[in-house]
């Protein structure tokens, strides 16, 4: 006969393998893109015909959409009314992306960079201008760079994790024109050789016509707009306007035009303009699978894309990027359509400031917190004695049990402790204003965060649950984790470019949810269905857990929503080791054994259901399977490793991390922590952390962010089990007295 673990752990799986498997129809599909808005899932049209005979690409790094205006440029204005628009992230192998690195990276489809020595050199403040030597042929109409050079930069490149190989887009076409040396470095191939090329766009309208039809494939370098002041970058702008001018002026029929800010200038990490003109991009956004949110692409996303519309095969396995296609939504106006991408560059910037001394005060902040309630825990703590005989009582000692006053820094203790743990969740909140906007935008964001927490605080204690023990806990987890299913519902608008969320600059996720929502989310579904799995009967525990972590599981994983295979897959250990512990007793070997059967087999419903989708739009679990199977995995699991190392290095929440599980074993678990009696009491509730502990770990491993999606979890769930533990600490020096009133009176309570 099975046990009642067993019983509910296949319960579990069943219900996970149904909500999996749940069909969602292109009517739900519709519903969630139209609630998400124009800069949400994507919702491109991949059967478009975008096909053209003739691809021209007109980089001017450094171009950035405040640059853009129907006086100074008007070529740029008016293409950008005709064709379809976007945010593009020009994130590269190395960090600023230089003028010289972007390029390298078009050329490659992939994230790369170039440089002649083994380690690029670091950049601090601008970038260095771009001084590549280009050798006119003896034909006056090719050109090569200086021997042996590409194959150096290719070489170089070959040692990074991505597999990067420059000259991957040329070597694909018969036949390219590059203008610049721009153009020369992303149309040059292995043999260094360029097969056409210009220094500069031919001012003779014949000569300019005949050099854009003798080849396919195009890439003109227009200049670079790297000023600082508004007014120099207007000229630089102009002067780009001008030579795109004359480019539209002689472009051959049925042709695309990508105009592309192919990289940064200087340290100040920015997201730049990327505009489509021909077949098929009419008035629209630009989208990718490789960002699933439209409005947005990648630097990568050009090689693809170029490949797509000229009809050629893309080189197998080299490419990193996805190919770009138009979507619907944008505003008819462009000027309300500009101040999108616009607004979203201003927001980044302003994120990127504020990222890092957010999640570096609330770390100091809590472990100073940590320390203050563990000294005071410490110092109050009374052991209790056990009586050694029994004496008679009056009969008033024996109605009314005498009890010990509470503590005065309990109260205070408790409102800080909530406060702390809504602090993320209050981040994500205070993404509802636009705060960026303003010319102080630091303090308002952070003026919006406190209120945050004071709401939160506010409806934790005034609500009738704040009386029972696991009341504040189980209400304040419930609010963390619903402030992220209402975003996700949305299309995740609070984590694009929040504090509190993922940044398009870094080009790593622009939908679904981050590594810090993860962590919350986690967390506060487990810790708020312990809680109320501990006030139902002890026999459906583990079906509410079930049911509850199954929704849960899709909710991370389906790709209209978290978008997270790796993180489903480790809220889905979570849940099984909380449904086999949630009814109280130790981790058995059999509850091991059946909660493991139960994830690997969720596993490879994942993994079957993200196979059978295509190949552009699989997540990082179908991604890997393939690269294993086809013999690329290599890099895919060095990428992860390194990706691991530097997460665990780089971040505060790593410090938050470890602090927070210094003070669980060295002040909770302790005898005066009361966390000890707070598991033993409700046994759901530390099934509920068991698997908080297991699946934030696994998904930072998973997602190559090592602790960080355990420190956001901590930094929300590890207050709210302090406080519960205390309150469980304060609450058992009553029932001590009353055990010795029992003995010492012989009457039963």
Sequence with gaps: MRTAPTRSVLVALLALIAALFAPISPAQAAAVASAAGPLSAADGDADTDTRADYVIVAGVPGLRWEDLDATSTPTLWKLAEHGSIGSMSVRSAVTPTCPADGWTTLSAGNYAYRSLAANPPKVSGECPQLEQEVIRGRDKQSASLPPDEQRLVIFNNGKNPWGA?????????????????????????????????????????????????????????????????????????????????????????????????????????????????????????????????????????????????????????????????????????????????????????????????????????????????????????????????????????????????????????????????????????????????????????????????????????????????????????????????????????????????????????????????????????????????????????????????????????DPFLGADAGGALALTAGVCLAVAVCTGGWLTLNRVVWATVAGLAVTVVFALIDLRRPVADRGSLGRMLSQIADGTGGPTLHRLSESNITAFANTPLTLLALGSAGFVWFALLQPWGGLKRLFGVYPAVRAALTGVALATVLAGLFGGAALNVAGAAAATVVPLVALGALRVREHADDRTIAQEQEAFSGVVP
């Design 165 to 557: 190989v420059p000259s991957a887009l040329p070597n694909s076409v018969r036949c390219t024109v590059a203008v610049g040396v721009g153009g020369a470095i992303a149309a040059v191939r292995p043999y260094d050789r360029v097969d056409r090329y210009e220094p500069g766009l031919p001012d003779d309208p014949a000569k300019l016509t005949d050099l854009l039809a003798s080849c396919v494939l195009t890439v003109a370098d227009l200049g670079t707009v790297d000023a600082k002041e508004t007014a120099d970058r207007k000229i630089q702008a102009a002067a780009a306007d001008a030579q795109l001018a004359k480019l539209l002026a002689a472009r051959p029929a049925r042709s695309t035009v990508m105009v592309a800010g192919i990289s940064d200038t200087s340290t100040d990490q920015r997201l730049h303009v990327a505009v489509f003109d021909g077949p098929g991009w009419d008035s629209g956004w630009l989208t990718s699978a490789g960002t699933g949110r439209n409005g947005y692409i990648q630097l990568i996303d050009l090689a693809p894309t170029i490949l797509h519309v000229l009809g050629r095969p893309a080189p197998a396995k080299l490419f990193r990027g996805s190919v770009a296609v138009p979507a619907d939504g944008r505003p008819a106006d462009l000027a309300s359509a500009i101040g999108v991408p616009a607004q979203a560059d201003a927001q980044a910037k302003a994120q990127r400031g504020i990222t890092g001394w957010f999640f570096g005060l609330l770390a100091v902040a809590q472990l100073a917190l940590y320390t203050m309630l563990a000294w005071a825990m410490r110092r109050s703590y009374t052991r209790a004695g056990r009586a050694q005989k029994a004496l008679p009582l009056p009969e008033w000692m024996r109605r009314k049990a005498p009890s010990r006053p509470e503590p005065f820094w309990t109260k205070w203790a408790e409102i800080a402790l909530i406060a702390s743990a809504s602090a993320i969740p209050a981040a994500f909140a205070a993404g509802m204003a636009p705060w960026w906007r303003s010319s102080h935008a630091g303090l308002v964001f952070w003026a919006l965060t406190v209120a945050g927490m004071v709401v939160v605080t506010l409806v934790a204690v005034l609500l009738p649950a704040y009386r029972r023990t696991l009341g504040p806990v189980g209400v304040v987890a419930g609010l963390a984790a619903a402030v992220v299913a209402l975003d996700l519902a949305t299309g995740a608008r609070l984590q694009l470019n929040g504090v509190a969320g993922y940044s398009a600059l870094e080009g790593g996720r622009y939908a679904g949810l981050g590594v810090v929502g993860l962590g919350v989310f986690i967390s506060g579904v487990l810790l708020a269905t312990g809680c109320l799995a501990q006030i139902s009967p002890r026999r459906r525990r583990p079906w509410l857990i079930a049911i509850v972590g199954g929704a849960a599981v899709v909710v991370v994983g």
